[in-house]
């Protein structure tokens, strides 16, 4: 299994940016899909999640009106939109792939927001 994480950047606060990650190597449509962050020093942190078929996609509160979640299951793919950034959402962003007791993660991308 393999996820790779792609779209981070520089930006400066108020911008957007758009991260995607593409899975392979798994069925996909079956796998919940999530977004975590870490700062060095810090404990990574939830960011959104998204199900795979049917259900509430999450977010966490640092992030919710700012950051939108989707996924096409047909490219194996999961996004995250994120607008309005913040110095604060400077991190390395992470996605995951859950299902039934299995977890996978993917290398980073980084994300910086200059103030």
């Known amino acids: 299994v393999q996820l790779q994480a792609s779209g981070g950047g520089l930006v400066q606060a108020g911008g957007s940016l758009s991260l995607s990650c593409t899975a392979s190597?798994?069925?996909?449509?079956?796998?919940?899909m999530g977004w975590f962050r870490q700062v060095p020093g810090k404990e990574r942190e939830f960011v959104a999640g998204i199900p795979g078929r049917f259900g509430t996609t999450y977010f966490a509160d640092s992030v919710k009106g700012r950051f939108t979640a989707s996924r096409d299951n047909a490219k194996n793919t999961v996004y995250l939109q994120m607008n309005s950034l913040k110095p604060e959402d400077t991190a390395e962003y992470y996605c995951?792939?859950?299902?039934?007791?299995?977890?996978?993660w993917g290398k980073g991308t980084l994300v910086t927001v200059s103030s």
């Open positions: 995951t792939a859950y299902w039934r007791g299995m977890n996978y």
């Open positions: 190597g798994l069925t996909f449509s079956r796998y919940y």
